[in-house]
């Protein structure tokens, strides 16, 4: 079931990106054609983050790319193995401005997966990201701000051992949720600087998860600690956790040599106040997620992409083979060459 999933999401992207790219294309020939452009573009859009039109406060946008990576050996004497991958994002925004207010929203779907041989899919990329940063303005470059952040992945996870997969994550499971409030400092139209003392983070797995699915609730973090009936400790699943802290958000987002370079980096820090009856988290255990990726312009619809992700998140448990754990920096680096396709 798996597989066929796979191939169907892989045409599906496939299509769906070929389609837009010739549109494109076809437009960009239309156009040179009538005397609007004169060359053809070998550069991104630049990056706007509202409209330029006060008569129409919305603006849409977003992006798409889509990479494949395949290898093939037949009797290849310095030995090796077959294999095959994709990934995909698309990132969309609908953002909102008019006199003092803006409202911004953005949402990042992506996936990607590699095989190995004979071995079966690995996931290797799995975001559903969602953000609405609402704002309003009290200086000219400051702004009084609330935002939701919702973090989930569409599929099952799995921490691999010799002889075995152990699932680690799946759809909700975890999702985590941040509401804050504070103040948003824009110097300029590429970088903010959100401070927020008051900051609520909660983190869900569904019921549909048991003491069976017990790797999942560790990874996360989510579980309690009580005696049964012989007084030995147990790990007992917990579906919520809320918490209480402050927070910090650095983005960064621009272009660079005439809009064939773009670049994004966002720098999100949680710090929990340790306030709750049970509540074993310490104020200097900061949570810290950093996510960086630069695109660059090849010739039209072809690009170069890099993305680097840090996490370090003090509920989180890494498992080791001797079956310690304790929280560890996670890391996740990609580079590839495919199509892109902004609208």
């Known amino acids: 079931m798996m597989k066929k999933f796979i191939y ?12 837009r790219i010739f549109a494109q294309t076809e437009a960009a020939t239309i156009r040179a054609a009538q005397g609007t452009v004169t060359t053809a573009s070998n550069s991104l859009r630049p990056y706007q983050k509202f409209s330029d039109n006060d008569s129409v406060p919305w603006l849409f946008g977003g992006d798409a790319s889509l990479v494949f990576r395949s290898t ?17 994002i698309v990132n969309l925004y609908y953002n909102y401005k008019k006199d003092k207010r803006t409202l911004e929203n953005y949402l990042t779907l992506a996936y990607g997966y590699l095989q190995t041989g004979d071995n079966p899919f690995v996931k290797n990329d799995d975001r559903l ?73 909660a983190t869900y ?28 400790d147990i790990r007992v699943p917990r579906y919520s956790r809320h918490e209480f802290g402050g927070g910090a958000i650095i983005s960064l987002k621009g272009n660079l040599f005439k809009d064939r370079i773009s670049y994004s ?37 072809i690009s170069a992409d890099f993305r680097y992700d840090l996490r370090y998140d003090h509920n989180q448990k890494t498992v080791f083979d001797d079956g310690s754990e304790y929280p560890e920096v996670q ?13």
């Open 205 to 232: 797995i569904r019921r549909k998860f048991g003491e069976e699915d017990m790797d999942i609730f560790r990874t996360a973090g989510m579980f309690t600690v009580e005696k049964d009936e012989n007084g030995d």
């Open 331 to 343: 890391t996740r680096s990609f580079f590839g060459l495919g199509l892109f396709y902004q609208f």
């Open 8 to 19: 169907i999401y892989s045409f599906v992207c496939f299509f769906f990106l070929n389609e």
């Open 129 to 201: 990201h969602f953000l609405s940063k609402a704002g309003y303005q009290m200086f000219p470059k400051m702004y009084y701000t609330a935002s939701l952040l919702l973090r989930t992945q569409f599929s099952t996870g799995y921490r691999y051992t010799a002889d075995d997969r152990i699932p680690t994550s799946n759809f909700w499971a975890p999702t985590y949720m941040f509401v804050s409030a504070g103040i948003d400092y824009r110097p300029n139209n590429s970088l903010s600087f959100v401070i927020s003392p008051l900051k609520g983070r």
């Open 265 to 301: 980096s966002n720098l999100d820090l949680f710090s929990n106040y340790g306030i709750g009856k049970n509540n074993d988290n310490k104020p200097q255990n900061i949570d810290v997620v950093w996510a960086f990726a630069t695109k660059i312009a090849i010739y039209r619809n």
């Open 72 to 88: 093939y050996l037949t009797n290849w004497a310095a030995g090796g193995e077959d294999q095959t991958g994709m990934s995909s």
